[in-house]
């Protein structure tokens, strides 16, 4: 069932437009994320949803019903901040139970929701602290748990994890997963700009660059099968390499050659010639591995050798303006700044972009 439906959503301040044409069908228990570089319009559409933003075109649909007039208290969404926003006099228990008091809903209701909201997030212990008496993670808690009383039909959170530090960030964002999993049937909408967060949460990301959608779709299927160079490059760390080539000669597999002339076979069929003239041979850092053979995909003088122990990750000369080749090993290697390397990856690996940028395995 569609929980959240956008049809043709568009945001403008003044002249300026930030969000245009957003088409995308949200379904009843899905974790959506929305992933995108600083800018890209995250926080707006998702507070276009909430009703903090007026629509200035298009329609926002909950469960069936417009919602665009709707203000956001009958919306049936909960909103989680990334500053938490609780109140400081008042007890978890208090901060948690406030919504429903001021709703005027019965003593015994209040109490039920919030034992179990705070099973859920396992704040038995904390309900009678004040908030200063909590860590950055636990706050954080208790501001779900305020969404989770309301039994609402969307949970609506904005980088909920951006103010706490690293270790905390990944322990929080597990128990975010499990969350999800103890509730099933609820929808939830994500924001986010770091792509694990992004991989690791959702059912679906959605990638937004510059107010517009790039591709939607399951994590592994954005990391395999990218639509374009932008989100082959904002997925997967360090981004993908991407070499300017030529189509040399396209039937059943394409042959392309690279700068400098190596040929290299990629598994897409029939390139059309008029897009073939300037293409970019995209390989992933971790797909590629050192090879002693001639025929090899790159080859090159090793500037910087980041050595982290589960990985090797080599650094080679780029052309003035260009980002550096990077290629990502298993381990620790005895390779060392100024060798010279000869790196390959299996055909299967490779991916294949036009000049305008997208990719000929899309299509
Ligand atoms: P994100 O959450 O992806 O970082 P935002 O949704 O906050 O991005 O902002 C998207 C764009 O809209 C940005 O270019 C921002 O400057 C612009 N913007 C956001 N709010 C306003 C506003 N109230 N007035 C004018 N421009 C705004
Ligand atoms: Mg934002």
Redesign the pocket.
């Known amino acids: 069932m569609t929980s959240v439906s956008l049809q043709n959503v568009s ?1 403008s ?2 002249h ?1 437009e ?2 245009r044409d957003i088409n995308l069908e949200i379904n009843q228990g899905e974790l959506v994320v ?1 992933v ?12 276009m949803i909430a009703g903090l ?1 007026t629509i200035s075109g298009g329609e926002l649909q909950i469960d069936g019903e417009r919602m665009n007039e709707t203000p956001p208290a009958q919306r049936g969404i909960a909103m989680v901040f990334q500053s938490y926003a609780l109140y400081p006099h008042m007890t978890v228990r208090d901060n948690m139970a406030f919504g429903m008091k001021i709703a005027k809903k019965s003593k015994t209701e209040i109490d039920a929701a919030v034992s179990n909201a705070a099973r859920i997030l396992q704040l038995e212990p904390y309900l009678d602290r004040l908030p200063k008496a909590l860590s950055g993670g636990q706050r954080q808690r208790v501001a779900i748990g305020r969404a989770i009383v309301r039994d609402p039909k969307v949970f609506l959170f ?2 909920p994890l951006s103010n706490l530090d690293a270790a905390l960030r990944v322990a929080t964002r597990i128990e975010i997963a499990q969350l999800k999993e103890s509730m099933p049937d609820s929808t939830m909408i994500y ?1 986010t ?1 770091d792509q694990v967060e992004a991989m690791t949460l959702a059912s679906r990301i959605v990638v ?1 660059h510059g ?1 517009n959608i790039e591709q939607v779709g399951a994590p592994l299927e954005l990391y395999e099968r990218p639509a374009n160079t932008f989100v082959a490059q904002f997925i997967g760390s360090p981004a993908m390499n991407l070499l300017p080539s030529s189509v040399a000669t396209s039937g059943a597999e394409t042959q392309v050659s690279l700068e400098g002339g190596k040929m290299v076979t990629v598994p897409i069929a029939s390139v059309d010639a008029d897009r073939g003239a300037s293409v970019q041979l995209g390989v992933r850092p971790e797909d590629l591995s050192v090879t002693a053979g001639d025929d090899c995909l790159f080859e090159g003088t090793v500037e910087i050798v980041e050595a982290l122990g589960e990985t090797t990750v080599l650094y080679f000369e780029a052309k003035p303006d260009a980002a550096p080749f990077i290629a990502k090993l298993p381990g620790i290697q005895a390779i060392r700044k100024g060798d010279k390397v000869r790196l390959n990856a299996s055909k299967s690996k490779l991916h294949l972009f036009g000049a305008d940028g997208i990719s000929f395995l899309a299509r």
């Open positions: 945001k301040y003044g300026v930030v969000l929305f995108g570089p600083s800018g890209c319009g995250k926080s707006t559409l998702l507070r933003e904005d980088e924001v700009h937004l107010g």
